[in-house]
């Protein structure tokens, strides 16, 4: 199964090995899908199963057969449910682990996005060729279903799933962050329970946004959560209506599992953290060399990276470089001309990369705005860009827009 799927076992991956990537069939067959709901499937490599945990879908997991000799040898058919849960969760945590310092060194993240099929479901082989093309540009990690990745618009099934399914095909070669915040804090902890039973390497998480508390209600949100593991904070007024101040930053930093944060406010802001030794990522695509080079962040937490790994790899490791961060310049700009992920959305479907679907509300940008990224990609070079099909202006008819899916 886990071949006809195209995910690795874990194996395989994490003793080191390489084996040569293809897309999954889920996404290739009709009509065959990763399950959402099922038990266990065996093959000579590995089982995937979906753990349930409070009468709820965790998501799909990997664990090599010898896990499942150990628990035939101690009597698995004497197990109860609950504990068998209980014991898969465990093994589950061990062969996944990463530590803080792992996360904190990453320079290159890329905020993923999530394509679809025009029925409005996860386009899977999509997904994972555009993952797979940014491992092979060097990014180190990647947030599933962040504000890019429109978890948003997700159920928290589709959600999970969707980490599981990262974690189990490209876990060893990239580093997936999931993020499993909310304003609910209940939600906050269930979603981070689940996405760390399904392997995910950290966790990012926002501030309650819309109802908004108290600074002394942030640091409880947060600790809810900390403890379960590597954990980035994000912090985004713009979107959430709410600053993260830097008295509940520099609180929340004396947690073992704080990894860094995420800070879109600016530079002063990014220095004023860096200089007390705390990692950080730069949240703002157009800020992020300055912030690397000048201000002391660690990397970018990137959406611009979904278009121009290769470009963004060198922008954060290959030393300060006005001249490259100019060149960029026309294309983030052009990225963020509307919210965030209106604009990627368009451009990855005029590369021929993602199909023309939106789950609404989100709408794809007007002909002249398309007809301006043409001659972007033209100005950078087609070979700098994701895919390797030619760019495509599209006609407004080629887009499909859905808002039940």
Not at 260 to 270: A, F, H, L, Q, Y
């Amino acid at each position: 199964m886990a071949s006809a799927i195209g995910c690795c076992s874990l194996k395989v991956t994490h003793q080191g090995g390489m084996p040569k990537w293809r897309s999954p069939r889920a996404a290739v067959v009709p009509n065959f899908h990763l399950p959402m709901r099922s038990y266990e499937v065996k093959n000579s490599d590995c089982i995937i199963f979906v753990l349930c945990v409070r009468g709820s879908h965790v998501g799909v997991g990997l664990l090599p057969n010898p896990v499942f000799c150990i628990l035939g040898s101690i009597g698995i058919k004497m197990l109860s449910h609950d504990s068998l849960v209980v014991f898969l969760l465990f093994v589950l945590s061990i062969l996944a682990t990463t530590s803080v310092d792992d996360v904190k060194s990453l320079r290159l993240i890329t905020a993923i996005k999530t394509p679809y099929l025009p029925d409005g479901r996860f386009d899977l082989e999509a997904y994972d060729t555009l993952v797979n093309m940014q491992i092979e540009d060097g990014v180190e990690g990647v947030i599933v279903g962040g504000t890019t990745g429109e978890g948003q618009l997700m159920s928290w099934d589709e959600h999970i799933m969707l980490i599981g399914h990262t974690v189990n095909c490209f876990g060893g070669s990239i580093k997936v962050i999931g993020n499993t915040g909310s304003n609910s804090t209940r939600e906050a902890i269930h979603a981070t329970e689940q996405g760390f039973a399904v392997g995910m390497h950290a966790a990012l998480h926002i501030n309650p946004y819309y109802g908004k508390t108290s600074l002394e209600g942030l640091v409880s949100h947060f600790d809810s959560v900390l403890s379960m593991g590597p954990t980035i904070i994000y912090n985004v007024p713009s979107r959430t209506g709410q600053d993260i101040p830097p008295r509940v930053v520099h609180t929340l930093a004396q947690r073992p599992n704080l990894a860094g944060i995420k800070e879109c406010v600016g530079n002063d802001r990014v220095k004023q953290y860096t200089s007390h030794g705390l990692v950080v990522w730069s949240g703002n695509d157009d800020q992020c060399h300055d912030s690397r080079w000048d201000y002391g962040a660690t990397g970018v937490i990137s959406v611009t990276s979904n278009l121009v790994p290769g470009l963004m790899r060198e922008l954060m490791f290959g030393g300060k470089n006005p001249s490259l961060n100019s060149k960029l310049t026309h294309l983030i700009e052009w990225l963020f001309q509307e919210p965030n992920p209106i604009s990627l959305n368009t451009a990855l479907a005029q590369l021929g990369v993602v199909r023309p679907v939106f789950r609404l509300p989100y709408v794809p940008l007007p002909l002249a705005k398309r007809v301006e990224f043409v001659n972007i990609v033209k100005d950078l070079g087609r070979e700098n860009f994701v895919g390797d099909k030619n760019v495509q202006v599209l006609d407004d008819n080629d887009f499909i827009l859905i808002g039940r899916y």
